[in-house]
């Protein structure tokens, strides 16, 4: 299973920033609330996790850098 951002809709505000920059377009807006595109990938860049000023996405994957 690919690992994707997980989203609490409860504290998504619909502002869209984390869609603007997801490189990949793993998140989609829908209505007033992100939800995850699953026709793609996630490249696990946590840039949506950074610019969500609400806390609606987590991503729940490590990055290992060796």
């Given at each position: 299973?690919?690992?994707m951002?997980?989203?609490d809709?409860?504290?998504?505000?619909?502002?869209?920033?984390?869609v603007?920059?997801?490189?990949?377009h793993a998140?989609?807006?829908?209505?007033?609330i992100?939800s995850v595109n699953?026709?793609?990938?996630?490249?696990?860049?946590?840039?949506?996790?950074?610019v969500?000023?609400?806390?609606?996405?987590?991503?729940?994957?490590?990055?290992?850098?060796?």
């Amino acid at each position: 299973m690919i690992e994707m951002p997980v989203i609490d809709p409860e504290k998504c505000d619909g502002c869209g920033v984390c869609v603007d920059v997801c490189h990949c377009h793993a998140l989609v807006l829908v209505g007033k609330i992100i939800s995850v595109n699953t026709t793609q990938e996630c490249d696990w860049c946590t840039e949506c996790e950074i610019v969500c000023i609400t806390g609606a996405l987590s991503c729940p994957f490590e990055i290992v850098i060796e």
